[in-house]
């Protein structure tokens, strides 16, 4: 496709907005046409991110003043249980949009999910049944040429990427999965909290969310559909006090005579053909500074000095393949372009 693609992203001046923003002024393909922002509409993006100086963009704008005559598709960068009335107008006004979701208003396919992890009804039910889970790696044929794509959350595509391959390999026993995971301040978004406090979170480390974290249900869904029948893994999130990354260590017990090497070796096969997954030599544990600011993933496998036990360590960028990056991955797949299109920088390293 040769064709300038117009889109608009939503909720420009969050982090993933303008990560968004970072990744597509580099694509040959997508042309940025709109911006929004509720409380920061009428301020240059320059304003608002000064790593933007000196870039010809769009002024931030609100959603309904977007006119919609030139926009292709959307990046919806909206915080959570907003997205659907929008994502809702924006199709009732214009019925050929392609859009990509990052917020989890689309994740859960099952209503009654919905409703019990976020507290209120679906707002936009009909659009649920359309909407394509965008975890590339395992649904990449039935994102292509989809209208409405969620993206997986960062937790979740740290943890679903190894396990989803050993589960649906049976591998693993479905019942004994323990996620340890760690992310970076800006998995936190950017509106001010006294908790996100420099003074606050610098020299220390905690958990949260313990035994309730939504992303639990979307943990949920996609092991349950790899494995066959219902799995509930046991999940722990951490803040750490980094600006970037997620970091998953992986506790499982091997189902039948597999081992660790065996379980390397099906994650090996599973992803050697795959762009932006890595599968280190086993035994090799990743470091999250080796992703930063890319596309890419990490999975490394060690034995457990217990037999019939394995440790596998994941990790990624929470706002590159964790956000807006699997979201640039899903839009190249919708609009049927190259899937690695823009997304083929390195990471930052030191």
């Known amino acids: 496709m040769s064709k300038t693609i117009n889109v608009a992203i939503l909720g420009a001046s969050g982090y993933t907005g303008a990560e968004l923003v970072r990744l597509l002024l580099r694509h040959p393909n997508l042309r940025i ?19 933007f100086a000196g870039v010809d963009l769009p002024v931030l ?6 006119d919609l005559d030139g926009i292709d598709a959307v990046f919806g960068a909206l915080p959570h249980g907003t997205t659907q009335d929008v994502i809702s107008d924006l199709l ?5 949009l392609k859009i990509v979701d990052l917020s989890a208003d689309f994740r859960l396919a099952d209503l009654d999910a919905y409703a019990e992890w976020y507290g209120h009804p679906h707002k936009a039910p009909e659009l649920q049944t359309e909407a394509v889970y965008g975890l590339v790696e395992v649904h990449r044929e039935k994102i292509r040429g989809a209208r409405l794509v969620a993206n997986p959350g960062c937790y979740t595509t740290t943890a679903e990427l190894p396990l989803i391959a ?6 693993i026993d479905a019942d004994e999965i323990v996620i340890d ?8 978004g ?24 939504r992303h639990m249900a979307e943990l949920d869904q996609e092991f349950s559909a790899a494995a066959g029948r219902e799995v ?30 065996g379980m390397h070796g099906i994650l090996a096969d599973r992803y050697a053909g795959e762009p932006f997954v890595t599968v280190l030599p086993l035994g090799q544990v990743p470091q999250s500074r080796h992703v930063r600011g890319s596309n890419m993933v990490q999975i490394g496998v060690v034995a457990d000095r217990r037999p019939g036990r394995a440790i596998v360590i994941s990790t990624l960028d929470n706002l590159v393949k964790g956000a807006s990056g699997q979201a640039v991955q899903n839009m190249n797949l919708i609009l049927g ?11 930052l390293f030191p």
Not at 92 to 96: E, F
Not at 236 to 255: D, K, S
Not at 337 to 347: D, H, I, R, V
């Open 181 to 188: 995971a760690k992310t970076g301040m800006t998995g936190a």
């Open 190 to 213: 950017r509106a001010a909290k006294e908790g996100m406090l420099f003074s606050e979170v610098s020299e220390g480390i905690h958990a949260y969310g313990v035994g309730q974290h």
């Open 232 to 261: 509930k893994a046991s999940f722990t999130p951490h803040l750490a006090p980094m600006n970037r990354g997620i970091y998953a260590t992986i506790y499982v017990r091997a189902a039948g005579s597999v081992d660790a090497a």
């Open 92 to 96: 009732a006004r214009k019925p050929d």
């Open 166 to 171: 050993l589960l649906e390999a049976g591998a």
């Open 61 to 66: 704008q609100k959603i309904e003043e977007i």
């Open 337 to 347: 372009l190259p899937e690695t299109t823009g997304l083929e920088q390195g990471a």
């Open 33 to 51: 046409a709109a911006l929004s922002a509720d409380s920061k509409a009428g301020r240059a993006m320059a304003d608002v991110f000064p790593q």
